[in-house]
């Protein structure tokens, strides 16, 4: 069973960055897809930005331009890049599967911009 461990959330100010870790355990498969996705109160994990299997990369529209999903296979961690942040983006932020059905939660991170 796949673990997720989120890391690198704080509070920023609008312009700011940050650069989001989740750290893998458990798969025997590195090149496994993998997203982050983010969770507002109330509402379902949503897709932020993902890697496939295959290697093709995609962002959701709001965050195109400002974040980058990177995968490091050799040391089972996703990260995301995280630039411009706009309060908007406001949120707990996970990792998780992309193209097959989600493993376990983890506890996420979280994220604040404000001013």
């Known amino acids: 069973q796949a673990q997720f461990v989120e890391s690198g959330g704080g509070a920023v100010q609008p312009g700011g960055s940050l650069r989001l870790s989740c750290k893998i355990a458990?798969?025997?498969?590195?090149?496994?897809?993998m997203g982050w996705y983010r969770q507002d109160p109330g509402k379902d994990h949503a897709i932020v930005a993902g890697?496939?299997?295959?290697?093709?990369?995609f962002y959701k529209d709001p965050v195109k331009g400002r974040f980058i999903i990177s995968k490091d296979n050799a040391e089972n961690t996703v990260f995301l890049q995280m630039n411009n942040l706009k309060p908007e983006d406001t949120a707990i932020y996970y990792c998780?599967?992309?193209?097959?059905?989600?493993?376990?939660w983890g506890q996420g991170t979280q994220v604040t911009v404000s001013s």
């Open positions: 890697i496939t299997r295959a290697g093709t990369i």
């Open positions: 458990g798969i025997t498969d590195s090149s496994v897809g």
């Open positions: 998780n599967y992309v193209d097959k059905a989600y493993a376990s």
